[in-house]
């Protein structure tokens, strides 16, 4: 196997350890922020594929430990580069990095999607090519991407928890499912963390899917904590954006509702400069503290392709928001003041969460 140079030099220290936080009660410890890289490789557009890598490599040296792929990020794309950036990484951080793989979505050479399959066979099947992209004996935390409305979810969480006896997974996780899918998968085998968007513009677990959870003893990562760079404070009204990137066709970054949302964002900002923060660390911190406010419960994943955007993301870390603070944020961005759904209309039916 051709080994690729590390594109960051080997650190003259150990790093320093981020906070952790515990993936629900059955689940690993990992880093209070965890990297989502799905961005590396799909849906947003072309990326340097070095500064990728550099960016997982600062990552783990900053100390973030899990990092968040699925197989179908560029059909398999991202999980061979996170098998490089690992690979090349110094032994220390390569022995810490925990992976959560998202499995079952259905794509054709054109790059559209056409569903999920969520059956046992299929299940085991994913994974066997995941563990060889990656390159790895076993996946720490496995989950089905959506809900496959033909399988019973029981079914689909038992073949994982089967791969877990095998020594094949260690945890098994769920993603984008409401609260009863939630109940009758827990009744199955341990679940770990529900992965989810929730971000200040997108709060709807907040009604019934978080405080299932949390009965449960289930962890929330939160994915999309930027809205896809939505509120990051960086995306501006007049961005061209590349032709195979996904917000082209997001509804909230839409017209009328692009100018709604970015209004929010402005409010945003004004609170973020008042504490010495940027737009970004305001929005992190903010999810941050949500877990914070009941037992450290809820993992924000990062979506960073840089470094400079991840160092801007772990400044966060630093941003302590007392009750005030966070009211006055819920102020300025009160649930549900998003313009536009999350998602098109054809993947906001795939989504169990919203039923």
């Known amino acids: 196997m ?16 981020l906070p952790t936080r515990r993936l ?30 550099a960016t997982i490599h600062a990552a783990l040296d900053a100390g973030v430990t899990l990092l968040d792929t699925g197989d179908f990020y560029g059909m398999g794309h991202n999980e061979l580069l996170i098998a490089e950036a690992l690979r090349t990484a110094p032994a220390a951080a390569r022995e810490r990095a925990l992976t959560s793989v998202k499995f079952g979505a259905l794509r054709t050479v054109e ?26 004996d076993h996946i720490d935390v496995y989950r089905i991407a959506r809900v496959d409305p033909d399988v019973p979810i029981e079914e689909t969480v038992g073949a994982i928890a089967e791969l877990v006896e095998a020594g094949h ?24 963390d529900l992965q989810i968007e929730y ?25 999309g904590v930027l809205s896809r760079g939505l509120i990051s404070g960086h995306f501006t009204r007049d961005r061209e954006l590349a032709p195979d990137d996904f917000r082209g066709m997001s509804p909230r970054f839409q017209g009328e509702n692009l100018r709604r949302n970015l209004d929010l964002v402005d409010r945003l900002r004004a609170l973020a400069e ?14 941050l503290a949500q877990g ?10 990062v979506g960073a392709r840089r470094r400079d955007r991840l160092a801007e993301a772990l ?41």
């Not at 996780?173 to 199955?188: H, I, K, M």
């Not at 200040?200 to 939160?222: C, Q, V």
Request: hydrophobic letters at 45%.
């Open 2 to 17: 051709t080994t690729t140079p590390s594109t960051t030099p080997a650190p003259d220290r150990l790093p320093t350890r």
């Open 24 to 53: 629900g009660a059955t689940g690993p410890r990992v880093s209070a922020l965890g990297l989502g890289c799905m961005g590396m490789s799909a849906l947003y557009g072309e990326s340097d594929r070095a500064e990728s890598i």
């Open 111 to 136: 790059g559209g999607f056409t569903g999920y399959d969520g059956r046992p066979a299929a299940v085991k099947n994913f994974a066997a090519y995941s563990l060889q992209r990656l390159g790895a």
């Open 169 to 192: 997974v260690r945890h098994v996780g769920l993603s984008e499912v409401g609260a009863d899918t939630l109940r009758r998968a827990a009744a199955v085998t341990p679940i770990s």
């Open 199 to 223: 971000s200040l513009i997108s709060r709807s677990i907040e009604e019934k899917i978080l405080p299932t959870a949390r009965e449960l003893g289930i962890g929330i990562t939160a994915y």
């Open 274 to 287: 008042a504490k010495g923060a940027s737009v970004a660390q305001i929005a992190v911190a903010w999810v």
């Open 292 to 301: 914070e406010r009941r037992g450290a419960d809820v993992v924000p994943l």
């Open 315 to 355: 400044g966060a870390l630093d941003v302590v928001l007392d009750a005030a603070d966070l009211a006055a944020i819920e102020e300025a961005v009160p649930a549900g003041a998003a313009a536009g759904e999350r998602y098109p209309a054809a993947q906001m039916a795939h989504l169990d969460s919203e039923r």
